[in-house]
Antibody, heavy 121, light 111 residues
Framework: QVQLQQWGAGLLKPSETLSLTCAVYGGSFSGYYWSWIRQAPGKGLEWIGE???????DYNPSLKSRATISADTSKKQFTLNLRFVTAADTAVYYC???????????????WGQGTMVTVSS | QSVLTQPPSVSGAPGQRITISCTGN?????????VHWYQQLPGTAPKLLIYANSDRPSGVPDRISGSKSDTSASLAISGLQTGDEADYYCQSYDRSLSRYVFGTGTKVSVL
């Protein structure tokens, strides 16, 4: 049973860079797409971006200028960097695996435990 | 921010059947993109309940079902249980926004 474990700094100051890493345990890294998704306090879910084992990425256009997702396939890990954070970036951040079943819109079948990131001066 | 609209809350008595709607438009659900549903218990990560409109992952009971028609989708929960109290989100893809989109979320309460 694949599990995702994530970690990173939970308290940042405005203009700093958010950095979170997600590790894949008990399953393959190759052959899947991997995403970051966030949820502001009391709010809904927002997709940030995705990466596959080849390093191909795609981002939410609203975050594309500040977000970078990278992967280390040897460690089965992928990392989110979000630059120039503001209070609006305060949220629980989740990593997630895309379902491999062929659909016209990918679903997310496995999620990390979530990391609360607070941006405050 | 959310382009998929859900009712803020739905409630029902134990054993009853409830449905949650998810309304989109011609750029997402109406464009043929599949709809998926997630359950989020308080303080936990979302869990995939339904994928590709009506399919259930292994372990999800058959009292939970999904459907899709035109620009909307629905999640039905029959035999409602206290353990079903949670937030539920629909999800799809929007070709105009070029991103995956989630619904506004629905809080289910068991009376």
């Amino acid at each position: 049973q694949v599990q995702l474990q994530q970690w990173g700094a939970g308290l940042l100051k405005p203009s700093e860079t958010l950095s979170l890493t997600c590790a894949v345990y008990g399953g393959s890294f190759s052959g899947y797409y991997w995403s970051w998704i966030r949820q502001a306090p009391g709010k809904g879910l927002e997709w940030i971006g995705e990466i596959n084992h080849s390093g191909t990425t795609d981002y939410n256009p609203s975050l594309k200028s500040r977000a970078t997702i990278s992967a280390d396939t040897s460690k089965k890990q992928f990392t989110l960097n979000l630059r120039f954070v503001t209070a609006a970036d305060t949220a629980v951040y989740y990593c997630a695996r895309h379902l491999t079943t062929v659909t016209t819109s990918d679903a997310f079948d496995t999620w990390g435990q979530g990391t609360m990131v607070t941006v405050s001066s | 921010q959310s382009v998929l609209t859900q009712p803020p809350s739905v409630s029902g008595a134990p054993g009853q059947r409830i449905t949650i709607s998810c309304t989109g438009n011609s750029s997402n659900i109406g464009a043929g993109y599949d709809v998926h549903w997630y359950q989020q218990l308080p303080g936990t990560a979302p869990k995939l309940l339904i994928y590709a409109n009506s399919d259930r992952p292994s372990g999800v009971p058959d009292r939970i079902s999904g459907s899709k028609s035109d620009t909307s989708a629905s999640l039905a929960i029959s035999g409602l249980q206290t353990g079903d109290e949670a937030d539920y989100y629909c999800q799809s893809y929007d070709r105009s926004l070029s991103r995956y989109v989630f619904g506004t979320g629905t809080k289910v309460s068991v009376l």
